[in-house]
T-cell receptor, first 114, second 115 residues
Framework: AQSVSQHNHHVILSEAASLELGCNYSYGGTVNLFWYVQYPGQHLQLLLKYFSGDPLVKGIKGFEAEFIKSKFSFNLRKPSVQWSDTAEYFCAVNAGTGGFKTIFGAGTRLFVKA | EPEVTQTPSHQVTQMGQEVILRCVPISNHLYFYWYRQILGQKVEFLVSFYNNEISEKSEIFDDQFSVERPDGSNFTLKIRSTKLEDSAMYFC?????????????FGPGTRLLVL
């Protein structure tokens, strides 16, 4: 069955600490991979996406993610977090062309201490 | 930048009542979706819609649910007889459906509370 696993449910960091959120997926065939962010009280926003090409993708707000096909992983990273990064982060995958459902991980709630 | 919009932002209803959640997808998008997120849980796929018919639906999307595109801009989700467990945030999404580059853009959600 198709699934997305996020390794941590809650992460607490101090400002300027480095961040890495793990994501593994189980999905047959070619996939598109996404990280969405949900700030408190707000809706899902696309942080970054991978379709093909360079497996290291850069997104908004200094985030990046690396697709490692052999490990079925798409981990999210940021070298130095800020208090404003406090949010819930969702890894997601879909299978290419339109009409396919996007499958979400359970989310990782990040809290950054000022 | 074009956005998906949803109305209402919040809705409170009595169990057994019908609710209609409305969405205006991005104008040049062809595929439309509904997802829900029960408080504290993951975002779950409900249904996808293309060319005026359902493309795919999950096991959550039972006979109580229906979707419609009544005109050229709106996309609605109807819950015929709401249950307590339907309380959730409902997200609409849309996508162009381009081959190999399928990004779904999400609306701000409608928070539904069934009493």
């Amino acid at each position: 069955a198709q699934s997305v696993s996020q390794h941590n449910h809650h992460v607490i960091l101090s400002e300027a600490a480095s961040l890495e959120l793990g994501c593994n997926y189980s999905y047959g065939g070619t996939v598109n991979l996404f990280w969405y962010v949900q700030y408190p009280g707000q809706h899902l926003q696309l942080l970054l996406k991978y379709f093909s090409g360079d497996p290291l993708v850069k997104g908004i707000k200094g985030f990046e993610a690396e697709f490692i096909k052999s490990k079925f992983s798409f981990n999210l990273r940021k070298p130095s977090v800020q208090w404003s990064d406090t949010a819930e982060y969702f890894c997601a995958v879909n299978a290419g062309t339109g009409g396919f459902k996007t499958i979400f991980g359970a989310g990782t709630r990040l809290f950054v201490k000022a | 930048e074009p956005e998906v919009t949803q109305t209402p932002s919040h809705q409170v209803t009595q169990m057994g009542q019908e609710v209609i959640l409305r969405c205006v997808p991005i104008s040049n998008h062809l595929y439309f979706y509904w997802y829900r997120q029960i408080l504290g849980q993951k975002v779950e796929f409900l249904v996808s819609f293309y060319n005026n018919e359902i493309s795919e639906k999950s096991e959550i999307f039972d006979d109580q649910f229906s979707v419609e595109r009544p005109d050229g801009s709106n996309f609605t989700l109807k819950i015929r007889s709401t249950k307590l467990e339907d309380s959730a945030m409902y997200f609409c999404a849309s996508s162009k459906g381009q081959k190999d580059e399928e990004t779904q853009y999400f609306g701000p959600g409608t928070r539904l509370l069934v009493l």
